[in-house]
């Protein structure tokens, strides 16, 4: 049977269905005798613990309940357990077998059943199943589960302290299994038991985060500024505090360089969960002790937080760092020290050497750079990479970077060198006393420039005796400070033409780029300042016609050449062209419209003149003629034609003309049939259509003496197809053969039918009915006299 079950009318027919799925079945591990119900977990196991260490607040677990009978015939079981509600709840209920819309019990026999919710009450569970039709589950399809119970763990167990209960089948006389007659058997429970201990939980310990760790690089204050007397905060934290500990309080020393950072009043802060006092008079040491007022604590638990004064700061190259460091940690639970306490994460603050000279940064000018929306493809333009805030002291001889181009919109016309380095020659004569290279790589320019060494230096503190690029004064270095390194040329490619165009909007970002000193050492920089390019859209789209059909945008063709949603017979198309010229609407131009069928023929040819808003349109109906109509069926198309100041321009829109469905194939599950037997049959079909239609489907069976015996439909919607690319369906149907049925072959018949609102035009009202979406198909089958 094929599985493309997308609507379900009933439960009857579903439970039908999903009979025909292999479903791997649920095994017990434990075995009793027949007439017992049983839970077991994943394990098998009946009796559960868990132990804090393994399990928390929130925790859950799934028990399967099982039943083993010796009865021939169940028609419904049912079972009532009692548990502690104090600590355990019940999240979800649901049936085992397939789709959890019926048991395996009743799975495994074929059983449809009537399915109920369960009710969930606290500290119960009642569920049930009962027969409905089919096959009676029994022994042979026992032992068998029948649901899935899902609870959840409340709270958590006192120190020492360890909750049981027990799940309770026998107390409640609601838990039996009744046989086809009504005979109850009761008494079938086995109860299973549930404990929660408390145990030791891991241990915590005390911490930082980043950015303090890892040491020793920690916090960084970097050597761009003056740090001294700049104040910071540390938080200071409990790090992996597990849920069954209790926090009572908590001690400990925070030691750190006093050369380097020194507490700054308020010196030590204590979360809103704590209060606590410190003690900092011992130098390069803060004591702390802080009691937990909440007690409901647990993961990384924010103690305290201290905050430091930076005191001293080298120059640069120099680096100084103060540690971080925790010891002497005491940390109580309300009821005992937590000992075996986890190793402390432990931080530093690094302060860099203060470095009057600023970093130089790369700047793409000028940064915005914009085109239209006057026509603007092949325009050329350029822009200037230049080194920015350079002072001599850092010794610049050369750089390389990359400067990004989207290539769908610009193509790379050239790079040249800019006139800064060549400025500074190292004894070497022009042209030869730099080095400058490009590459386009497809989306961006590679660039190098470099200086070259004095050729003759006697050694290597000499390579570059003369000045080097950068200026003198700071803070902007405007006595030589920047100069344009390279220039890197662009043409436009690509630019939006219509009535309502598109802005292209393109970054130009340098990125991977190195500035190296005399010895090759790396230069720190700034961010680089990168450039947007805008080519705004263009609306002179000269002259213009569109033509398209009723149906709305993208299905009505709508746009040059474009497509339109399919047609069915006899359906009145209206064809629209939009004249214009420059995106301003063209009045009283008279447009021909030639329609022309599957093998170019033309069917007519009209005229009509555009209005006020430039539209014209005129209409006919999809043709029908008597003899083979679907002959016709295929390619259709729609050229409008329009004279512009003397010069002709068209536009063509197509559709497919076709049967809103087309049945391809039914298909039964066998040929031989018995009277009270179900006919399973799949209906293939297909649809051009791209848009949503409302549609119905009827199969119906007709015996050898044409009695209609069994009928089912359904209702659906269909849509979604590419152009000119049927999308293919598929819809399952099951009708039950009556004991009146007459015996011989017989004739499943299927048709198709569309939701339609009856207008003939726009302008009628809508009269909604069903019409017929396309012929009937039909399959044969044989119901014998049985």
């Not at 070259?452 to 200026?471: E, R």
């Not at 006899?570 to 599957?598: E, G, I, S």
Request: aromatic residues 14%; glycine residues 8%.
């Amino acid at each position: 049977m094929k599985g493309k079950l997308n609507k379900i009318l009933t439960s009857l027919i579903a439970a039908m269905l999903l009979t025909g799925i292999v479903f791997a079945f649920d095994v017990p591990v434990q075995s009793h005798p027949g007439n017992n119900m049983w839970m077991e977990d994943a394990s098998g196991s009946s009796n559960i613990y868990y132990e804090t260490t393994n399990a928390t607040i929130g925790t859950t677990f799934t028990l399967t309940m099982f039943l083993n009978t010796n009865l021939a015939k169940v028609g419904s079981w049912q079972f009532q357990m009692y548990f502690d509600s104090s600590w355990l709840t019940v999240t979800s209920c649901i049936y085992s077998g397939t789709g959890n819309s019926k048991s395996q019990f009743f799975e495994k026999a074929g059983t449809t059943n009537i399915g109920v919710s369960p009710t969930i009450g606290a500290g119960s569970l009642l569920f049930a199943e009962s027969y409905l039709a089919g096959t009676y589950a029994g022994s042979a399809n026992s032992p068998s589960s029948l649901c899935y119970m899902t609870f959840q763990i409340t709270a958590i167990p006192a120190k020492g302290q360890t909750l049981t209960t027990e799940f309770d089948l026998t107390t409640s006389p609601d838990t039996y299994i009744q046989d086809d007659v009504g005979t109850k058997t009761t008494g079938i429970g086995i109860n299973a038991t549930i404990g929660f201990k408390w145990t030791t939980p891991p241990s915590p310990g005390m911490g930082v985060k980043t950015p303090y760790t890892p040491f020793p690089t920690g916090k960084i204050f970097y050597n761009d500024t003056n740090h001294i007397g700049e104040t910071f905060d540390v938080p200071l934290y409990i790090l992996g505090l597990d849920p069954a500990w209790i926090l009572a309080n908590v001690s400990f020393n925070l030691n750190f360089d006093n050369t380097l950072i020194v507490p700054f009043a308020p010196k030590v802060t204590f979360d809103s969960a704590f209060t606590g006092y410190f003690d900092d008079t011992t130098a390069g040491t803060i004591y702390i002790f802080a009691t937990n007022t909440s007690l409901a604590a647990s993961g990384d638990v924010l103690v305290a937080t201290a905050k430091f004064q930076i005191l001293n700061q080298g120059i640069y190259p120099s680096t100084l760092t103060s540690y971080l460091d925790f010891d002497n940690t005491t940390i109580f639970d309300i009821d005992m020290e937590i000992t075996g306490l986890q190793n402390p994460v432990n931080g530093g603050v690094t302060v860099q050497g203060y470095l009057a000279a600023p970093f130089p940064y790369l700047a793409v000018e000028p940064s915005t750079i914009d085109f239209g929306p006057a026509p603007a493809l092949g325009q050329t333009f350029c822009v200037d990479i230049k080194v920015k805030r350079l002072s001599w002291y850092w010794h610049l001889v050369g750089l390389d970077f990359r400067l990004s181009y989207d290539p769908t919109y610009l193509a790379y016309v050239s790079a040249t060198e800019g006139p800064y380095f060549p400025l500074y020659p190292q004894f070497v004569p022009p042209p030869q006393n730099t080095v400058f290279v490009a590459f386009d790589m497809g989306n961006n320019v590679a660039i190098l420039d470099l200086i070259l060494p004095d050729p003759n230096a006697p050694d290597p503190s000499s390579l570059y005796p003369n000045p080097l690029p950068g200026g003198y004064t700071p803070p902007d270095y405007t006595d030589g400070g920047e100069g344009v390194v390279a220039t890197v040329c662009f043409r436009v490619i690509k630019q939006d033409v219509a009535c309502t165009p598109q802005n292209y909007t393109i970054g130009m970002d340098i990125y991977d780029s190195l500035l190296v000193d005399w010895q090759d050492v790396h230069i720190t920089t700034e961010p680089p300042q990168n450039a947007v390019v805008t080519i705004y859209g263009s609306f002179e789209t000269g002259r213009y016609i569109d033509v398209f059909t009723e149906y709305v945008a993208p299905y009505g063709g709508q746009g040059l050449f474009m497509p339109s949603d399919m047609f069915f017979p006899q359906k009145l198309v209206c064809v629209t062209a939009y004249v214009a010229y420059n995106c301003w609407p063209l009045q009283n131009k008279l447009v021909t419209f030639t329609v022309l069928d599957n093998q170019g023929a033309v069917w007519t040819q009209m005229t009509a003149p555009t209005n006020t808003t430039g539209y014209a349109v005129v209409c006919f109906r999809m043709p029908w003629p008597c003899d083979n109509p679907e002959s016709l069926f295929g390619i259709w198309s729609v050229r409008a034609d329009v004279d512009v100041a003397c010069i002709g321009i068209y536009d063509i829109v197509t559709w497919h003309y076709d049967y809103l469905i087309n049945i391809v194939k039914v298909t039964t599950d066998k040929y031989y049939y018995n009277h009270q037997e179900y006919v399973c049959v799949n209906v293939e079909f297909t649809s051009h259509a791209q848009q949503t239609y409302h549609v119905g489907m009827y199969v119906t069976i007709m015996d050898n003496l044409s009695y209609p015996i069994a009928t089912q439909g359904i209702e659906f919607d269909i849509g979604g197809a590419q152009y000119c690319t049927p999308k293919e369906y598929s819809r399952d149907f099951c009708l039950l053969i009556p004991k009146f049925a007459s015996a011989g072959p017989a004739t499943v018949v299927a048709t198709s039918r569309l939701y339609w609102d009856g207008r003939y035009s726009a302008e009628d009202p809508p009269v909604p009915q069903w019409i017929a979406a396309g012929p009937q198909a039909t399959a044969a089958i044989y119901i014998l006299p049985a």
